[in-house]
């Protein structure tokens, strides 16, 4: 599978086991490039001979054209003599192969790419070779191969024999009994033996690019190695110039200007990886590796789990994982994280920083080992303890345990089953004091609930030889009586308190809506009807028209009207501008006034003027009051129109919200605080009742309060405590 991306194009292993599988962008190589004399010209490699099908891939141990010694029939010797195929890439399959002059087993492994890639072969085996370290496979030689007339370059390195991590991550994971601790104090060291391949190879100024747990290999006699360098970049090449004598072609190594990006494996690859840049490839992308390779080794899948190679991908690109399950070490947990984050400069400096958190956490396994087998016992015992002794034993051997290893996630489940089964005994040898004392600590609810209504059964067994005290006296009484008046007093408090709001919400309401409409009337229709109070007045049907508006948008809106202050005979009076109910007059023009017409006429006096009116007028407040008439409770809202001219005071909207509906609501709430008064007062009689038949168990028990004192004293010694 190829697709374009720019300059680069995609190489998708046709096998590929997504996302897992290692896949690379690879340059779309200029026309110019390929003129270039290549690095690695044909004179530069020995030419080779082997004996093999190379084609179909069968065993060649009985070649006709490998006979003993490793002649030929044409007499030509044979340098190589290929077995089977052990192995197969996009670029490359690996054989196992004899080479004849030594007479040993090594690993061959042939570039089946085309001639466009000879070039990046060569540059992975010219790499692999500069590094000579016991964790990475040794390159013998490389030679060109001359099959069919067609040339292509071949790898002679040390054949590893042995599984893969990954096979073996998987097998032991899935052990009938699979005890995590066991599990890491055996893979763990292999994880430190790659960092030492790593630091040999950063030191030389080489970093992998592509670490996962199927890029090592397990020997037979436990070796490990680090294979696949294919991936490999040199960041510098002075330290291998500081050995050698001599200064690197660049041409025949990878660098960061010639390697491409993206490589890797997407399940596990870094973000800088997942970018199309090199720039920001370094040290720190083998440290994110490992860290991800730890995550693997920890959970057993690794940490970008996308169904696809692009989603995966997506995943890296923006670092995102599931956070590890809490089962994890809390060191091994904070040390994924800390090479696994985004910006490569939070990461460790170096993978020694790495190898040193691995090196301690395994010096201290055999620590938690014994802590384990401390706790194991326990949880694993058929029986419990039934003696006092033998749980001051067993709180002795948890007490160690969580010394060795505090961060023990069974510690806890063990204490609480020693606590419960202390809480038994206890019940059973009648010691209430103790059997209280540590089913307090215990943290299940319903376990300790349980163990609660087991110590008052037993208590109210033993309590039944002491003879009942009576239920009531004096003060008892009077305690009753007094609870019972405070509730009732409460309850009017609050009944009060809502009456109060409901009435504060209805003037709030009032005022809002006489507010409003102030603010959308005419102050230029109110000023014309002002100076001319008349039904004739064509403003005036403009502003009845507006207030019955507002009027109609609510239906606790009994009335609505404007009014105009008047000093007539000495004395100020109010006069009405307009009301929200037509006046009395055929407005309709059919010869009668309906009862939808009436109404107070503009110009006509309003004889219910008060105080409150007056205040709104005069101080441009907003303010309500509180109604009575024959038909009922109602609240008026007040709010002044300004002539926006002159910023004066031009009339007084009043409006009037019915308190029907509240009144239904008032006799609910009393109703309500009733019924609640008598719950309550019930309640509390029921809750004295109650008070006062424990208090009289209490009493029932006071004749055993020596002996448990008594006990007290004598467990003191026996060091049961397990809080």
């Known amino acids: 599978m190829e697709q374009d991306h720019g300059e680069v194009r995609r190489i998708i292993p046709p096998d590929a ?19 270039d004399p290549s690095p690695f010209p044909e004179s530069h490699f020995k030419e080779t001979h082997v004996v093999g099908d190379l084609n179909e891939g069968c065993p060649a141990r009985d070649h006709p054209d490998a006979p003993h010694g490793g002649e030929s029939k044409n007499k030509r010797p044979s340098d190589f003599v290929l077995r089977r195929v052990i192995g197969k890439g996009t ?8 080479q004849n002059n030594l007479e040993r087993v090594v690993a061959i492994k ?11 072969f060569c540059r992975e085996a010219f790499t692999a070779a500069q590094l000579d370290h016991p964790n990475i496979v040794p390159i013998y030689d490389i030679r060109m191969l001359n099959s069919e007339g067609k040339r292509s370059p071949l790898i002679a390195m040390k054949m590893v024999r042995g599984r893969s991590w990954e096979a073996l991550l998987n097998e032991d994971r899935q052990a009938d009994r699979f005890n995590l601790e066991k599990f890491l104090r055996k893979h763990l060291p292999i994880l430190v033996h790659v960092t030492r391949a790593l630091s040999y190879a950063h030191q030389r100024g080489i970093i992998h690019r592509d670490i996962k747990p199927s890029q090592v290999m397990i020997g037979h006699f436990g070796e490990v190695f680090l294979i696949d360098w294919g991936l490999a970049v040199m960041l510098d090449n002075k330290p291998l110039e500081a050995e050698t004598g001599t200064r690197i072609d660049p041409r025949k190594v990878f660098t960061l200007q010639t390697a491409t990006n993206p490589a890797g494996s997407p399940a596990f690859m870094a973000p800088e990886q997942a970018q199309s840049e090199t ?36 995943q890296a690109e923006v670092n995102a994982y599931e956070p590890l399950p809490d089962s994890v070490p809390r060191e091994l947990a904070d040390l994924v994280n800390h090479c696994m984050a985004t910006d490569p400069a939070d990461r460790p400096k170096s993978v020694e920083e790495v190898r040193e958190v691995l090196t301690v956490y395994l010096e201290f396994s055999t620590a938690r080992a014994e802590a384990t087998e401390y706790v194991d016992e326990l949880r694993f015992a058929e029986e419990l303890p039934s003696t006092y002794a033998e749980l001051s034993l067993a709180k002795r051997n948890l007490l160690r345990a969580k010394g060795l290893w505090p961060d023990n996630p069974h510690i806890e489940m063990v204490r609480q089953n020693l606590l419960a089964r202390c809480v038994e005994i206890a019940i059973d040898r009648e010691d209430f004091l103790v059997a209280r ?12 609930e349980e163990l609660e209504r087991a110590i008052d059964a037993k208590y109210a067994e033993v309590a039944e030889r002491i003879p009942d005290p009576p239920l009531f006296d004096k003060w008892r009484i009077a305690t009753m009586v007094l609870g019972c008046v405070l509730v009732v007093i409460g309850v009017w408090a609050v009944v009060r308190a809502a009456e109060g709001t409901i009435y504060h919400e209805m003037e709030t309401k009032a005022e809002t809506v ?51 202050p008047e000093v007539r005979e000495g004395e100020e009076t109010w006069v009405v501008l307009a009301d929200a109910n037509p006046v009395n007059f055929d407005r309709d023009h059919d010869g009668e006034v309906e009862r939808s017409e009436e109404g107070l006429a503009p110009g006509v006096r309003y004889e219910d003027a008060n105080d409150p009116m007056l205040q709104a007028f005069m101080h441009g407040i907003v303010t309500s009051e509180l109604r009575e008439d024959a038909r009922g409770h109602a609240i008026n809202g007040y709010a002044t129109v300004y002539d926006e001219l002159t910023s004066r005071p031009i009339a007084l909207l009043a409006a009037q ?63 049961i405590f397990l809080g």
């Open 279 to 314: 720039d920001g490839l370094g040290i720190h992308t083998d440290i994110y590796l490992l860290g991800a390779t730890l995550y693997f080794v920890l959970t057993g899948v690794p940490p970008h789990r996308g169904k696809t190679l692009i989603e995966a991908m997506e």
């Open 17 to 35: 086991r997504f996302p897992t599988q290692t896949v690379r962008f690879e340059r779309v190589r200029d026309p110019q490039e390929a003129r």
């Open 657 to 719: 919200i019915t308190l029907q509906r509240v009144d239904s609501k008032l006799r609910a709430v009393r109703l309500v605080g009733v019924v609640s008064a008598l719950l309550l007062v019930s309640l509390l009689t029921l809750s004295f009742l109650a008070f006062f038949s424990s208090r009289r168990s209490l009493q029932k028990v006071r004749a055993l309060r020596a002996e448990l004192e008594a006990q007290s004293r004598q467990l003191k010694g026996e060091g």
């Open 91 to 98: 670029q490359g399959e690996i054989w196992e192969a004899l």
């Open 110 to 120: 042939r570039c089946v790419g085309s001639e466009s890639v000879h070039d990046d």
């Open 514 to 564: 006489a507010l409003l409409t102030a603010r959308n009337l005419s102050w230029q229709d109110l000023r014309t009807l002002s100076e001319n109070p008349a039904p004739d007045n064509p403003a005036f049907e403009r502003v009845v028209d507006d207030l019955r508006y507002f009027r109609d948008a609510d239906r606790d809106i009994r009335y609505m009207a404007a009014y105009m």
């Open 437 to 448: 004392l540590q089913v307090q600590r215990i943290s299940d609810p319903m376990r300790a």
